[in-house]
């Protein structure tokens, strides 16, 4: 917010100081500057911005037709005289967009301009080609689509960059909130899917998503928005395999044993640095003590060991014909054989029957409830001014790590059960969900390459949709996309030194290349 600075400064009294001419639609520049010896001052730079704000609000003096939209373009044109501003309500063609406007919200843009970045988009690269035939409007979220259905951050909240605002419902009567998690956090989520597939493609160990990750490639191609773990499933030869793999780095002296208030013994095994990554091992049994789960959790190597940014590996014990986790028993024929679905940019092997698998986990509902962590206000705050620029993690995750959600009732969920810094679950209807972050619906084409047609809606608006080969793993047609989406598989050879990148003040640690930003984010 606030005045604009420098060039930007100056190309706004060159835009706007002036009258305007209905004649041939544009500003005339008026040189009678109110400052010392004719020149400009501080209160004619005011002036100018005070113009462009009353036309924007009085819906007045901008350039072309109105294309209904409900959006003013802030665009950049060259003329033999030089550069200048101009405001028009349909796509700028062959121009250069630096902002869009709302049409019922101008307050809100100069409130929240960042007029370092029209400056970068004014001479930096071109934000859409030449050659564009549709330009990709913001959803009622605000959130920018390219021409593969990628996502533009938009940084839309002071405490944080975010690929989604906070919904209206997602500040609860409690004081509690329900907020998308920050960029860092998805940022390592995604170098950590990243990393551990490395490793387990060196190691020879197969893999599937599981839980709330493929709930979020299912619904949404990518986590959750308040999710900030991955989840995976291994059966008993690959995970045996990993363990073997991960025995020699792995000392039995660092053994812990912690009870839960159910009585249940949890033994954890503290793993040290494995290249990128650091792990521990859980083995969770009941108070009789029956096995309940076994898990491998991943982290960054330069996080803290209860970094709530996690992958579990979790082991699938089978017996022949099933398959069962600490939540579920699945048929082995809806795991296997491994199908290919999109998370983030990716191509990560999923279950066979993600939809049967995903109820058997949460139940014949889970498209149309969900569940998500309540955060208190100062939890949240502080996850996202962590003082270190890595984001505090002192919240538990989304899916409360053992992902038995289905046994929290937050309908009795009040301030007096929340404690600072404390997860609480809540149920959220589908409709909310819909209205708030796009999702995808899948439809089974059939035949051998088991073809998915993915279909991104907002508010029961179409975004875009694409055929999805998922037993090849390539997008074979695409609608409403001017190119198709480049997915890459995971699960390349890692390298043989990490090295460390610096991400908006924070630094991690990884192999290969990190991610700057998160693109497809559908939920």
């Known amino acids: 917010g606030g005045r604009p600075k420098g060039f930007m400064k100056d190309l706004m009294l060159r835009s706007f100081y002036g009258s305007w ?271 309940l789960a076994t898990a491998f959790t991943f982290r960054l190597a330069a996080d803290p060991r209860d970094s709530e940014v996690h992958l579990d590996a979790f082991l699938a014990r089978t017996n022949g014909s099933h398959a069962w986790t600490d939540s579920a028993v699945l048929p082995l024929e809806v795991l296997l054989p491994a199908r290919w679905l999109r998370f983030f940019d990716f191509l990560l092997p999923a279950p066979q029957d993600p939809k049967t698998a995903l109820e058997l986990w949460y139940g014949p509902r889970f498209t149309a409830r969900r569940k998500c962590s309540l955060r208190s206000d100062a939890a949240a705050t502080s996850r996202l001014h962590g003082a270190d620029g890595n984001n505090n993690n002192n919240s538990n995750d989304s899916n409360n790590n053992n992902h038995n959600n289905n046994n929290h009732n937050s309908n009795n969920v009040n301030s007096r059960q929340l404690t600072p810094g404390l997860g609480q679950i809540a149920e959220l209807s589908g409709a909310l969900l819909a209205a708030s972050y796009p999702m995808v619906k899948n439809e089974e084409l059939g035949g051998e390459s088991q073809v998915l047609r993915c279909t991104a809606h907002l508010n029961r608006t179409k975004l875009w949709a694409f055929d999805l080969d998922t037993r090849k793993g390539r997008v074979v047609k695409v609608d409403a996309l001017q190119r198709r989406p480049r997915l890459a598989r995971l699960g390349q050879g890692p390298t043989d030194q990490a090295e460390a990148t610096a991400v908006d003040g924070a630094e991690y640690t990884h192999q290969g290349a990190f991610p700057d930003k998160v693109p497809n984010m559908w939920d």
């Open 21 to 291: 001419s209905p004649t041939h639609g544009y500003f005339r520049r008026f040189k009678g500057f109110t400052g010392p010896n004719q020149q400009p001052c501080d209160t004619d730079h005011d002036t100018a911005l005070q113009t462009l704000k009353t036309n924007l609000k009085e819906n007045t003096h901008f350039m072309g037709q109105d294309d209904g939209a409900g959006w003013f373009w802030l665009v950049a044109g060259q003329n033999p005289g030089g550069l200048y501003l101009y405001v028009t309500k349909s796509p700028p063609f062959g121009e250069r967009p630096l902002a869009l406007i709302r049409e019922d919200n101008v307050e809100e843009f100069f409130d929240k301009v960042d007029w370092n970045m029209l400056f970068m988009r004014l001479h930096k690269w071109q934000l859409w080609g030449g050659k564009a035939t549709a330009f990709p409007y913001p959803t009622k979220r605000g959130v920018m689509m390219d021409a593969t259905g990628s996502l533009v951050l938009l940084k839309d909240r002071d405490d944080g960059c975010h690929l989604w605002s906070e919904p209206p419902w997602s500040r609860q009567p409690n004081g509690t909130v329900c907020a998308p998690a920050a960029l860092g956090d998805l940022l390592k989520l995604q170098a950590l899917f990243a990393e551990v597939s490395m490793l387990l493609e060196a190691t020879g160990v197969k893999w599937l998503l599981s839980h709330g990750s493929l709930l979020g490639a299912w619904l949404h191609h990518g986590p959750i928005p308040w999710d900030e773990e991955g989840d995976i499933l291994l059966l008993p030869e690959d995970f045996s395999r990993l363990a073997a793999q991960l025995a020699a780095t792995t000392s039995s002296s660092a053994v812990q044993e912690i009870k839960t208030p159910r009585g249940d013994l949890v033994r954890l095994f503290q793993g040290p640095r494995v290249g990128a990554l650091q792990f521990d091992l859980h083995e969770h049994t009941d108070r009789a003590g029956g096995w």
